[in-house]
């Protein structure tokens, strides 16, 4: 059981990007997939969160309105859109997943989620 986070690399300010998750071993489409992200010297920063089969769509502040998340069920993967990038984005990406079943609301805590992807780096120049 596995996730695969992919996408990230070098960009500058106001460009855009594609994040991947990819789910082996599991089917995204039964779990609540949460993205986080950490920039150096800071704590990790819940961003946005896909709701499992309930069309929940919910993002930080800090990213609302330019980031997008989404889902292809046929690839197993949910994306991140992210446009209009700052440099203040600069960090390492990461998906995780909750199993369907505990979610109540959005999680939002690092302890919510079971099953973690490694990171992407996204780096932003100004």
């Known amino acids: 059981v596995q996730l695969q986070a992919s996408g990230g690399g070098l960009v500058q300010a106001g460009e855009s990007l594609k994040l991947s998750c990819s789910g082996s071993?599991?089917?995204?489409?039964?779990?609540?997939i949460g993205w986080f992200r950490q920039a150096p010297g800071k704590e990790r920063e819940w961003i946005s969160y896909?709701?499992?089969?309930?069309?929940?769509?919910d993002y930080a502040d800090s990213v609302m309105g330019r980031f997008t998340i989404s889902e292809d069920v046929d690839e197993n993967t949910v994306y991140l859109q992210m446009n209009s990038l700052k440099p203040e984005d600069t960090a390492v990406y990461y998906c995780a997943a909750v199993w369907r079943g505990k979610v109540s609301q959005t999680p939002r805590r690092s302890d919510d989620y079971d099953i973690w992807g490694q990171g992407t780096l996204v780096t932003v120049s100004s």
């Open positions: 071993g599991l089917t995204l489409e039964g779990f609540g």
């Open positions: 896909r709701g499992s089969r309930d069309g929940t769509r």
